[in-house]
């Protein structure tokens, strides 16, 4: 049952000293923390993570960086199923800055893809909202705020506190991210283009259309959405996925799925050993 939960607006002369207070921490490693605070007295949200995605290196996680924060489901998020995220896929098509719903980014059938069923449903969230920044040309952040039943979906007076500090957000976080860069940086370890991974799954097995529709498939979408993003007929996409799991040797997309992991863990200990 959802609970009946609201904020008020925030007062002027309080949001202006918490600001103030952020402000104090753009430099400093706590930073993230403060904003998680920040955050919290605008929206009510029940998870938080502020991860960047930068070419030639895998997503890094900017907080929580407390390992007991850490679920499995969002390691494995980190490692591999973030090249099947919603999110992950928007900004690799150049979504604007701003802030989205997951339900606003996904493909029609989300719900139903084996990267929702093995990952993303261990979240066990109903609704989530992602404030998208750039940090510069080649990187940007994604602050995601999970909410699960007990609280709900969010309300529009959250939304709009939300979009009225955006750019106040945008801005702090840019700054954090100039003087903290390198810290992060040289704790990952560069892994290449690995969106790459997914281009090449079953390259020289399928066909280059059979690839697309399994690119598609693979990233959610339906049948009809892959007909009506190839310009192909429904009936031409069923015969193309009858042939992907004749080739593949599958039956279901759940043994699919479990191929393309396989395929990235290859990816991975080829790049390394190079």
Request: charged letters at 25%; hydrophobic letters at 40%.
């Amino acid at each position: 049952m959802q609970k009946n939960i609201t904020l008020e607006h925030p007062n002027i002369s309080e949001l202006i000293r918490d600001l103030a207070t952020l402000t104090n921490y753009v430099r400093v490693p706590s930073f993230p923390a403060m904003l998680d605070v920040f955050l919290s007295k605008l929206c009510h949200f029940d998870t938080i993570t502020i991860i960047t995605y930068k070419k030639a290196l895998k997503p890094i996680l900017i907080h929580p960086q407390d390992p007991a924060q850490q679920s499995a489901a969002l390691r494995f998020y980190l490692s591999k199923a973030y090249l099947l995220d919603p999110v992950f896929n928007g900004i690799q098509q150049g979504i604007l800055p701003g802030i989205y719903r997951l339900v606003d980014l996904s493909p029609d059938s989300f719900e139903d893809t084996e990267y929702y069923q093995t990952c993303y449903r261990d979240f066990d969230l109903v609704d989530e909202i992602n404030l998208i920044i750039p940090l510069n040309k080649d990187t940007r952040c994604a602050i995601s705020l999970g909410r699960k039943k007990a609280i709900g979906s969010i309300r529009r007076t959250e939304l709009n506190h939300l979009k009225s500090l955006f750019p106040m957000v945008d801005a702090l976080v840019s700054q954090f991210w100039l003087s903290q860069e390198s810290e992060y940086i040289e704790e990952t370890t560069s892994s290449g283009p690995l969106n790459y991974a997914i281009k090449t799954f079953a390259r020289g097995v399928l066909t280059n259309r059979e690839q697309e529709v399994l690119e598609l498939l693979l990233r959610g979408h339906s049948s009809k959405s892959i007909a009506d993003l190839l310009e192909i007929s429904a009936g031409t996409v069923k015969v193309h996925r009858k042939n992907i799991h004749s080739r593949l040797n599958t039956s279901t997309q759940s043994e699919i799925f479990t191929l393309f992991l396989t395929h990235l863990d290859h990816h991975d200990e080829t790049r390394r050993a190079s």
